[in-house]
Structure formats: structure tokens, C-alpha cells
């Protein structure tokens, strides 16, 4: 097993749940993102490791701001579209899923989330292959009760009575 393999292997041992990092402005752009976590109360900060060879990273960093939303259990399909390399561009990207520019950002907040936030860059570190990206909160939406979706073992997953 190569090194990467193993690497992946291993990671995905540790549950997550799954986002999608959104900027607006001329051109917004979405991508699928489950590196998210919670880092900080007070200030409010968030962060997210975006790939140096993403459309996204360069977008996110010129923008400095940015939305993400938390997907619901059944957006399976929306994580799946905003990791296809091959989606439309533009705002012909957002087509397929209902969605809001987001208040104070503009950048797009998808429909049927669990949470939305809009975040203002605050800073970004040399993360190896990819940048860690810290959001200031700018505004949360804590949308729906439902359960979210979560990424385990290289698979998208639901929460079933027994882990409730
Ligand atoms: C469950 C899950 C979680 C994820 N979490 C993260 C995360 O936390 N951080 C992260 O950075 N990514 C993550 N990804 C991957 C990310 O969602 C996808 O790579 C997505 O396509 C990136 O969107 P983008 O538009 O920013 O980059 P894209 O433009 O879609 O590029 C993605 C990759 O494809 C390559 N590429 C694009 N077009 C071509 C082409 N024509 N020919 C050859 N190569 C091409 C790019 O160089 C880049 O490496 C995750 C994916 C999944 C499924």
C-alpha cells in the first residue's frame, strides 16, 4: 500500500461531518470540505485546510470572505456535486442545489443545511499541501434539527439509533 493510501486510511478513521466552503463576488465557487472544525469562542473562529491545486484556494485567499455550510444527512448528492472536478463553473455551479447569498458576504449559503456561517478571513498558515484557513464568524444560522451528514472510512455515512 502506498504511503498516500495508508495516510488516507488512517485519517478516515476519525469521523467528520461535511462542508461546503462557498465565496461570492463575480465568480462565486463552492467546494466540498470536511476539514472544517470549531477552534476559537472568543474571537469566534473556525477553520478549514483548502489544497493548494483547488480553484478554491487562490479564490478564497484574493476573496477573504467565505460562507460554509454544514450538510443535512440527506445532501449526500450536494457534497458529491461540489467535489466533481468537472461541475459547471460560476453560478451556473449552484444549479443543481437551492441556495442564498449570504447577508453580509455574498457568498452563496446552500439550502437544507444544518448551520450556515459567513466568515471573514483572519489568517491563513502554511499547512504542508494545503493552507489553513482561519474564519472570523461574521454571522451562524443554526437552520434545521435534522441530523448532519458525516464522512467515515472513505464513505458518506448517517447517524442510525445506535450511535444517537
Ligand atoms: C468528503 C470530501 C471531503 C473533502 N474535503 C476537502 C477539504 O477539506 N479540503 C480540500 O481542499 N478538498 C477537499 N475535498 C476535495 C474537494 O472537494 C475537490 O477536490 C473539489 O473538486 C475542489 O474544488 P475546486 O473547484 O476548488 O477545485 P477543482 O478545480 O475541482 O480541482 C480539484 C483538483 O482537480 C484538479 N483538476 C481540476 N481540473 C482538472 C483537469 N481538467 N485535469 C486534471 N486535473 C484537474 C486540480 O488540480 C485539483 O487538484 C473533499 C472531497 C470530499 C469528497
Known amino acids: 500500500m ?20 462557498t465565496v461570492g463576488g463575480a465568480n462565486p465557487h463552492g467546494m466540498t470540505a470536511n476539514s472544517f472544525a470549531s477552534v476559537s469562542l472568543d474571537p469566534p473562529l473556525v477553520l478549514v485546510c483548502v489544497d493548494h491545486h483547488a480553484t478554491m484556494h487562490d479564490r478564497l485567499l484574493d476573496e477573504g470572505l467565505f460562507g460554509i455550510s454544514v450538510l443535512g444527512a ?15 463553473q460560476g453560478l451556473a455551479e449552484f444549479d ?36 489553513i484557513v482561519l474564519g472570523n464568524l461574521l454571522s451562524l444560522d443554526r437552520c434545521a434539527e435534522q441530523d448532519a451528514l458525516l464522512f467515515f472510512q472513505g464513505r458518506f455515512r448517517q447517524l442510525n439509533e445506535e450511535t444517537r
Open 2 to 21: 502506498s504511503d498516500h493510501k495508508l495516510l488516507r486510511r488512517a485519517f478516515g478513521t476519525f469521523a467528520t461531518g461535511i462542508t461546503v466552503v
Open 96 to 131: 443543481p442545489v437551492d441556495w442564498r447569498p449570504g447577508e453580509i458576504t455574498g457568498a452563496p449559503l446552500i439550502g437544507g443545511a444544518v448551520a450556515q456561517f459567513e466568515c471573514a478571513l483572519w489568517r491563513s498558515y502554511d499547512g504542508g499541501d494545503h493552507t
Open 74 to 88: 440527506d445532501q449526500q448528492h450536494v457534497a458529491r456535486h461540489f467535489a466533481d472536478r468537472w461541475r459547471p
